[in-house]
DNA sequence: TATGCGATTGGGCAATTATCCAGTCGAAGG
DNA sequence: CCTTCGACTGGATAATTGCCCAATCGCATA
């Protein structure tokens, strides 16, 4: 495993394995051997300050992982209560963070933990991914793992309306690290027109991914609100125009590029119909669980819980507790 | 971070819940939301000090659970060097720590962390597990779980020849924390003659736990050195004439009380005909892992090895060069 | 060989965290 | 009602960690 691998690059390569080797020591020593960090340069053999560099390294290269072993009694029964109330199936509510508006904190160290709960098990795995920042977070926290027998599926086109493939790499991130087989979506997220779309779908190697994503036994998607800040405009999606339109036609959110209503329910006959991704997977046969912190996707989380569109959820004290309230 | 914490008052249950519940969330704000102490005293609204001592004694009282994802080069290369040369099924080597004389740490968390994910497993599994201070101390690093599917089996008598239960915790400790059906031996480690040990094992009880023991798909077990110091006399197991004369006899170590030589064979006449535990499953069909760290154990580890008694092993480098040293 | 550039290093110092300690609170008991 | 005891608190302070910066190193290029 630990082979000399093929140098990439002349400078690189060789010298940042050694030191993410030495991060890792020292990381492994700092936390959980419990050393300081002067007994680490210690031994190691090197300068106090070049130990705290490398026990720092560590973590924010994610070497270092934490976690929170105990049952939060407020989220808990946060947690309970979305269950009973929404029928949902899966609900995980993480402490607030009243300081912080990171959209992905919290919440997506849960989903890692969860969708590596799932990489665990033996028998495979089709799990369907969608796109956007809190997904990107969650990717970036899960551990390096090994895999083959599951797939991993995406859930909605990941090429920019350029052509540039910039949330391309959720899937293929996740893809690399976990070592499963990957079905990307090499599609935009809205084709520029009903016959365009049909045109896409038709090639081959979509269908087989629509189709796995049929089947999927677990998916993780985000929800994008759809203010004036909302991320499909926001990334280039959709036109400002089509936004404006879209909120005058009442949607309030999107999961995938599917925009729906205070409802839930799916608007006909605008975007939706150039949307690339395929239909959701049927939360009858699926998990679908969205992720969503903050107070701008309370509307949308509502929704898609009201129209059936998601049956998990995972999400923050406040928002938990503004569900509640709106009942 | 490392002395100090030591009050574990037997007080009021709500009380305490209370408090690690606020560890809870000040780990969590400390650790993975990323906040500094005092901002966590600001939000939970107590002064700095009692937010440290919050997020301390989330992190003593096991809470915060932390573990280095990436293969230490120096490590893996060990391990496999291990695994080839000995034929072994599994290894584990962890950093060496050359300031600390501990004989558990890194060891027990690598031993916790593949406990936990054979207990994530959904297929139900046959756990055999020893006694003695690494045990104890990886049981320690388990986090909760609910595992209603699996079977903990205690593999050595748990009682001291007293009859009091010192060492009952282990099982039952591993029982409590995971929600899985336990079946204690509740022996002492050594029966006091050959005719006491056969009546002891004549009970129903312990008739089916030794049964199941053989049914084990892994055990984890320590390895006990038979020096001046060896764990079954300091333990008050056999007394210090029975130690002269097992060391006269050639014997190195012992496996949840079955003593052996230098080859790993079992030595025959001696207490190993008072051992109350059942044989040791057969590494056929088992997964045996012994769990040893430091100098002492460098013979015991060498010869159940060489005498097929175990099959896996976690340890650090010092005794994972030693033992390639010794080929 | 000299030179420029980016990465790395360790000294110095500020920020943050850990611990000491005396005072307070509340429960238990006289 | 008073005393004792243990746990907890916040002020003060020591210990540890994080970061800036100038000096240096490694290396590629002129």
Redesign the pocket.
């Known amino acids: 495993m630990s082979k000399s691998s093929k140098n990439q690059s002349?400078?690189n390569g060789e010298?940042t394995n050694k030191?993410l080797d030495d991060a890792a020591r020292a990381g492994w020593l700092?936390y959980v051997a419990g050393k300081?960090?002067?007994e680490i340069a210690q031994i190691m053999g090197?300068?106090?300050?070049?130990a705290?560099?490398l026990?720092?390294l560590a973590m924010s290269s994610g070497i270092i992982k934490v976690r929170v072993d105990h049952p939060i009694a407020r989220c808990q029964q946060l947690g309970q209560q979305l269950r009973d109330e929404f029928g949902l199936k899966y609900v995980e509510i993480v402490p607030d963070d009243p300081l912080s508006n990171s959209t992905t904190t919290g919440v997506a160290n849960a989903a890692a933990n969860e969708l590596e709960n799932r990489l665990k098990r033996e028998d495979p795995q089709i799990i369907a991914i969608g796109t956007g920042q809190t997904l990107k977070a969650t990717i970036d926290l899960l551990p390096n793992m090994n895999c083959p027998q599951h797939k991993i599926i995406s859930l909605a086109g990941n090429l920019m309306p350029d052509g540039a493939a910039t949330f391309y790499s959720v899937i293929f991130a996740v893809a690399d690290k976990i070592k499963a087989l990957s079905y990307p979506m090499v599609l935009p997220v809205l084709a520029s027109s009903r016959e365009e779309r049909i045109l896409l779908h038709a090639q081959s190697t979509i269908q087989s991914t629509l189709k796995l994503a049929q089947q999927a036994n677990i998916a993780f998607v985000g929800i994008g609100d759809l203010g004036a800040e909302a991320p499909i405009y926001r990334d280039g999606f959709v036109s400002h125009k089509d936004l404006k339109i879209l909120q005058k036609a009442g949607a309030v959110a999107e999961i995938c590029g599917w925009v729906f209503d205070q409802s839930g329910i799916l608007i006909d006959g605008l975007t939706n119909d150039l949307v690339a991704s395929g239909p959701l997977p049927s939360p009858k046969s699926c998990l679908i669980i969205a992720l969503a912190k903050g107070k701008k996707k309370l509307p949308g989380v509502s929704a898609a819980i009201k129209g059936n569109l998601i049956n998990g959820l995972i999400t923050d004290e406040t928002m938990a507790i503004a569900l509640l309230k709106n009942i």
Chains 1, 2 share one sequence.
């Open positions: 002349v400078s010298d030191r700092y300081r960090q002067d090197v300068s106090r300050q070049s705290q560099r026990v720092s």
